[in-house]
């Protein structure tokens, strides 16, 4: 019976790990002007490895994640 609830703690905490990289990689791209569903997607099949991708992912100027790069460097993102 012990086996089978260590294997349920395991399998519990993997399934956190792959919500949050979902939920993760859905707000960067979000953030980053590509919107929710691409994010989400790339999250579920790829889990924690879509959070660097989408770190990695270049932003649209028009997005909130541009327009706060543009205010850092002092240009207008328009």
């Given at each position: 019976m012990t086996i089978v609830a260590v294997i349920g703690a395991n399998a519990?905490?993997?399934l956190y790990t792959w919500l949050a990289g979902a939920i993760i990689a859905s707000w960067l791209s979000?953030?980053?002007?590509?919107?929710?569903?691409a994010g989400?997607?790339?999250g579920l099949l790829l889990s924690l490895i879509?959070?660097?991708?989408?770190?990695?992912?270049?932003?649209?100027p028009a997005s909130d994640w541009g327009r706060r790069k543009a205010a850092r460097k002092g240009t207008p993102a328009d």
């Open positions: 519990l905490l993997l979000n953030k980053k002007g590509y919107g929710e569903k989400l997607a790339t879509a959070v660097p991708i989408w770190l990695l992912m270049p932003s649209k």
